[in-house]
């Protein structure tokens, strides 16, 4: 069984200031870092250092090789990226005081995956392997087909929501993990409870998790003995960025669930990891290790 990350990576540049510009308004950043990011690279950090063994496959572009060079150095296969001629996809984001962030996203190299390359690369996964995916690259309802058709464990991340998935069939998918907007963008109520019941009556087979900021997290997982919901707590911490605070939960638990752990554990593991998380700057380099959330974790 192995994971594959079929997913994006960016250039973050990241802005420090007092509060979001406002339209028609220039503002002074305190501070700027540039840092490598997007939300498929996240994820598969965030897998690896949870402990699994994950494959990662997208598009590096011309001003990427870094990236690749951090997916390495984190033990992440990269044997299926492949180099092109073009811009790297990037963000700007802004952080300002509180921890909070907002984030121009740029494609770019994200949105050049051929079909030849989904083929080519899926023909080495089959049954009982994972597909991770984001919404930040091109042809995902050909991802997602070609993979079904292969048997394997799909999870989507649909962010950034936009139309372009509906044309995914969400009845191909293992798992769907969602925070409150998304999962209101994508079942049309903003009630948590409700949108699971408009999913699983649209998609029986779908189980979901959906993170819910400092509320916690609700997972509903459709198991051949029916249904099991879990409710996951947020852990204090001291938000200094949340950047990186929905991959991070994303990659332990899906790595958890990998390695056969309880959904509970999956769970909780992955909201220590994303509290730790929080409390630093940046986005891939926040992401704690396995061994440091065990520890927190051993201390509660």
Not at 54 to 75: K, P, Q, S, T
Not at 97 to 123: F, M, P, V, W
Not at 139 to 144: R, Y
Not at 195 to 217: K, M, N, Q
């Amino acid at each position: 069984m192995r994971i594959l990350n079929f997913g994006s990576l960016n250039v973050d540049y990241v802005y420090s200031v007092e509060y979001f510009v406002r339209a028609g308004e220039t503002l002074k950043a305190n501070s700027r870092e540039v840092l490598p990011g997007g939300k498929g690279l996240n994820q598969s950090v965030a897998l690896a250092r949870a402990g699994a063994d994950v494959c990662h496959a997208g598009c590096i572009g011309a001003d990427g090789a870094f990236l690749r060079d951090l997916l390495n150095e984190n033990g992440v296969d990269t044997a299926y990226l492949r180099t092109i001629d073009g811009m790297q996809g990037h963000t700007i984001i802004q952080v300002d005081r509180k921890g909070e962030n907002c984030i121009l996203l740029y494609g770019g190299s994200n949105r050049r995956i051929s079909k030849a390359q989904i083929d080519e690369t899926l023909a080495h996964f089959g049954p009982g392997d994972w597909l991770v995916l984001q919404n930040e690259v091109n042809n995902l309802p050909l991802i997602v087909d070609v993979a079904s058709a292969r048997g394997m464990r799909i999870v989507l991340n649909p962010s950034p929501y936009d139309d372009g998935l509906k044309a995914v069939d969400f009845g191909k998918l293992s798992w769907l993990l969602v925070n409150e907007v998304e999962a209101c963008q994508c079942s049309g109520s903003d009630e948590p409870e409700r949108a699971w019941d408009v999913l699983h009556a649209r998609y029986p087979g779908l189980s979901v998790l959906i993170t819910l900021g400092s509320a916690g997290s609700i997972a509903y997982s459709v198991t051949a003995e029916g249904l099991d919901t879990v409710r996951q707590q947020a852990f204090q911490a001291d938000a200094v960025d949340t950047t990186a605070a929905g991959d991070t939960f994303t990659g332990y638990f899906i790595g958890g669930l990998a390695e056969g752990r309880p959904m509970a554990e999956c769970m909780r593991r992955a909201s220590m990891a994303s509290a730790i998380a929080v409390t630093r700057m940046g986005a891939a380099v926040s992401i704690p290790k396995r061994q440091e959330v065990e520890a927190r974790l051993a201390e509660i």
